[in-house]
């Protein structure tokens, strides 16, 4: 109740007290940190200034005749109803006004669809719900390239109230697209699942991912920082759930974190060749569960609506092969993905072993990530 | 065809039948109408309480009182329910109760097929509704439904769905026949097509775009179901379908529809207008070439709900222009409305306030439809709040106030009893008040970057985002008000209304008493 009283007050004060107030309620939109956004921005300012002096006229008459030519006032009706000189003039003035508006917006969009050669090529890959970023190699060396997934970093309690709710609530990710300033990014955008749509505000790009096409986009940020967008399609149940984050760093930041992730992803293929216990698995598998399963299937396994629950189930607590046929596979049809080109052999395994012995499901089995890697290669 | 017209020619002079049958079975013009608006405001109210759904979930951040599927379901039937159960059955109700009053023609062209165009709405909208309570839920992936969300990715009740949408294809296709029969075949002598009154005109004009994109819409659902139940692959890019050819076969129909929505309320404020400024409508002939110019251009902008999909640069600059150039036919209507309140004689009685509301905020939605026709900033107001402020603005302030200035015009013809002014002007200003409140910082939250169709979002947009849910709860519980005006009035408690109770009207309608008998004009009047 507390936050509800602190809430109208604010709005109370925000409707009552003047510009002080109101600097906090965003009004307009941000000319961004691109050359491409500031013209996007000045482009939707010359359009809001034109309407409004086009609105200014025409309320203008519309308003002093309502003052003015009231019956209650005595005024006499006048009888005219066509003036042909004054209907040709309003038909060529708009569409002169018109004309002036197209000419910047085309230099606009060509200058967008000017896609040549980038420094740094991104894969963007839509996913229900979470975006994956692989960066692509200029030379086409498969082996200096990698890739990830940008998960919601925003806790289950926080969106239902359990927890106050983090300054970049629902607009954090747990590994942001890290690119570097000054350079010419392209992003080739595409989909797995559902049609998504990838927008950063402060670049002005908005490109639809779609399963089967792949979109190009460009865009080079000058100042180091972190922007923020969301998917903006309608993608399903956690539709709001799927922010989009853009480090822009130094070069040299930039080329250190590459070179780290180019390492981690080896240590990752290493990872399939230990030897690991069940607690190992175990511990791992929770993890990589929150991130992926638990938006379906419940922080608990117990599912809900048409996500069946896990608990118990003798999928889970039996036929291990119908196991890692559902996770690594999916099902088709259904909401549930094939995981098997989503996630590493070791969190195949992890979440796995988890889920067979966790909410009660005891198993004391567990598989490991070489029999994943078998399993997939069979 | 004697026999027929033989049982007519009995029954000529008899009232309605007695009883439930009077409605399942009349052929009359006036009950039929009278059914659609019924509808109509049954499904306003259940759309509208749906809404309320959607806005009390997103009055503060965070998950408080539905969960993300239920609340896409809620969005989902929100906008089905509006635009197919509200707003067209209204105006097929209007255009029911007004042609005939208006061209001088007994009834419908076609009475008997006006029977059935109705009975089949309550069939089709009670299957929508019940996939609410099928396992999996209702369909959940907007009014647009776009694949593949709708078709690998859909619920189990899209099939459910896609029958009801060709049962109501089929009775506005029924519908819009009807009325061009009517209109082109029964006007009394000396009407002329550039004699009829406006509200003809736009109707007559609508009921061409009905027929020519319902059957791209069932063509459209009808791909979808092939695709979930019979193994094709039209929209499902694995198979060598094409998800973007749904969005382009779907917007083939949704551009024109939106103009289907608001063509016959340009028709009404067009009488109401010049009736209470008591002055002629300026450029009649100017408004019926601008509606035919609207409709016309209509076909050839629907990419332009399309601009991020990735279109070629030559196909995004025509949809570009195409879609610019509506802003001419639009502002010459708008301009000629002004004109006629120029130099009237004006009074403000509720169907005038809801006139003028409309004018200006329909102008305020068409300025925001201009921005959103420039593709490169369109990139950032596409599929944000910005969007859902565009659309309501013409929408509720523009198709939804010209119903029920329609309703305010002619209550008096259709009950014989005036409604109450006070009550009618007290339910125009909590709408007023209640409708910009609840959209106009939408614009705002849209140009802040909140994405339209999400059930939780980012602290920065708490501040509007409550504002707007205020105004919308005020919106909403306000339109019980215009559910009490109206049963007041039907119930004959008010004043008697005479033949012609506005001075400054026009037209054959206010030539028969009021309220008007149960058969008119079955001789024709002569005009001029």
Known sequence: MHVHVKRAGALVAGLLLSAPALAEWTLNMSPGVTETSNQVYGLHMTILWICVAIGVVVFGVMFWSIFAHRKSKGHKPANFHENTVVEILWTIIPFAILVIMA??????????????????????????????????????????????????????????????????????VDNPMVVPVGKRVRLLITANDVIHSWWVPAFSIKKDAIPGFINKVWFQVDEPGTYRGQCTELCGKDHGFMPVVVEAVPEEEYNQWAANQREAAEKERQLTEKDWTLDELVERGEGVYASYCAACHGDDGSGGGAFPSLRGTSVVTEDMDAHLDIVVNGVSGTAMQAFGGQLSEADLAAVITYERNAWGNNTEEMVTPKEIFDYKNQ | MSAVADTHAQDHHHGPAKGITRWLLTTNHKDIGTMYLIFSFTMFLLGGSMAMVIRAELFQPGLQIVQPEFFNQMTTMHGLIMVFGAVMPAFVGLANWMLPLMVGAPDMALP?????????????????????????????????????????????????FIFAVHIMGISSIMGAINVIATILNLRA???????????????????????????????????????????????????????????????????????????????????????????????????????????????????????TVGIPIFGQLFFMYATMLIAVPTGVKVFNWVATMFRGSMTFE????????????????????????????????????????????????????????????????????????????????????????AFFPMHFLGLAGMPRRIPDYALQFADFNMVSSIGAFMFGATQLLFLFIVVKCARGNGEKASAKPWDG?????????????????ETPPEVK
Do not use: C
């Open chain 1, 103 to 172: 000419i910047p917006a085309t230099a606009t969009l060509v200058d967008m669809y000017d896609s040549e050669e980038a420094e740094v090529e991104i894969k963007v890959t839509g996913y229900q719900w979470r975006w994956q970023y692989e960066y692509l190699d200029m030379q086409g060396n498969e082996d200096n390239e990698f890739g990830y997934f940008s998960n919601l970093a925003t806790s289950r309690d926080e969106i239902n109230n359990r927890m106050n709710k983090n300054e970049n609530y629902l607009l954090d």
């Open chain 2, 189 to 307: 002598p000396g009407m002329t097509l550039m004699k009829m009154p406006m509200f003809v005109w736009t109707w007559l004009i609508t009921a061409f775009l009905l027929i020519a994109v319902m059957p791209v819409l069932a063509g459209v659902v009808t791909m979808m179901l092939m695709d979930i139940n019979f193994g094709t692959s039209f929209f499902d890019a694995a198979g060598g379908g094409d998800p973007v050819l749904f969005q382009h076969v779907f917007w083939f129909f949704g551009h024109p529809e939106v103009y289907i929505m608001i063509l016959p309320a340009f028709g009404v404020v067009s009488h109401i207008i010049p009736a209470f400024a008591r002055k002629p409508l300026f450029g009649y002939a100017s408004m019926v070439y601008a509606v035919g110019a609207i409709a016309l251009l209509s076909f050839v902008v629907w990419a332009h709900h399309m601009f």
């Open chain 2, 112 to 160: 008997r097929m006006n029977n059935w165009s109705f009975w089949l709405l309550p069939a089709a909208f009670l299957m929508l509704v019940s996939t609410l309570f099928m396992e999996g839920g209702a369909p959940n992936f907007g009014w647009t439904f776009y694949a593949p969300l709708s078709t690998t990715y859909g619920p189990p009740s899209t099939t459910f």
């Open chain 2, 350 to 437: 509720t169907p005038m306030l809801f006139s003028v509301a409309f004018v200006i905020l329909f102008t305020i939605g068409g300025f925001s439809g201009l921005m959103l026709a420039i593709a490169p900033a369109d990139f950032q107001y596409h599929d944000t709040y910005f969007v859902v402020a565009h659309f309501h603005y013409v929408l509720v302030p523009g198709a939804i106030f010209g119903i029920f200035a329609a309703a305010y015009y002619w209550l008096p013809k259709w009950t014989g009893t005036m409604y109450d002014e006070t009550l009618g002007k007290t339910h125009f200003w909590l709408s007023f008040v209640g409708m910009n409140l």
């Open chain 2, 505 to 521: 009207a026009e037209g054959l309608e206010w030539t028969v008493p009021s309220p008007a008998p149960y058969h008119t004009f």
